[in-house]
């Protein structure tokens, strides 16, 4: 990949860990609006799906608006102090911004839990553009929002890969004309999934293994 001079990222569980707080999430608007939780598995098959279509789907009989505010209600209060950076993904955005690489993100998350993740980490001056659920009406797997990101940064899908943890991630980057590389401490995609036809062009195991895949 050595003619690649964009990387787009994915937000979470790919750089940031918000794993059980998008868990912890669910399970407060499940107790809430039914009383009980749910399965985790079944949370987990949801990531990287945009909040409001996956509250259409698993909650019918409520508003989904309302279903939303109960989510992030208590994602707002808690979200600053329970989230981290996966180990070693700081270090690989600010080496491929000395690199000379273009870093764009690409998130179904909103704008402003975005930049409060990335601000509390020191990140936001390693991204030379955010796309965030807010910019699009559209949502991966659609490659609308990753297309807005390459329009962005005046780049070519050819020569640009995207990061990602979920299949919707992959899908994008696929239907986008983007190489599609598939973190190693993602939860959502399952073995036949990372294998079958429409699975990522690259599986890496650590952060800096990027790095090497670049250098092919």
Not at 49 to 65: A, G
């Amino acid at each position: 990949m050595k003619n690649t001079k964009t990387i787009l990222f994915d937000f979470d569980g790919t750089i940031m860990n918000t794993n059980e707080m998008i868990i912890e999430s669910w399970q407060h608007t499940f107790r809430t609006v039914e009383g009980k939780e749910r399965e985790r598995s079944a949370i987990i098959k949801t990531f990287g799906e945009p909040l409001f279509i996956t509250m259409n789907k698993v909650l019918p009989q409520i508003p989904v608006e309302h279903g939303v505010e109960i989510y992030r209600e208590y994602l707002k209060k808690h979200f600053s102090e329970k989230i981290t950076p996966f180990p070693g993904m700081p270090e690989l955005i600010q080496k491929l911004k000395v690199l000379g690489y273009q870093n764009g993100l690409v998130t179904s998350r909103t704008r402003e839990s975005t930049f409060v993740g990335l601000d509390r980490f020191g990140l936001l001056p390693y991204f030379d553009c955010v796309v965030s659920c807010d910019d699009t009406d559209r949502h991966k797997p659609d490659p609308e929002p990753l297309r807005i990101a390459l329009n962005m940064l005046e780049a070519k899908a050819e020569r640009a890969v995207m990061l990602g943890d979920s299949m919707f991630d992959i899908l994008c980057a696929k239907n986008a004309g983007v190489k599609s590389v598939l973190v190693g401490w993602q939860l959502a995609v399952s073995e036949e999934e990372r294998n079958g036809p429409t699975g990522p062009d690259y599986t890496i195991k650590a952060p800096e293994d990027l790095l090497n895949l670049l250098a092919e």
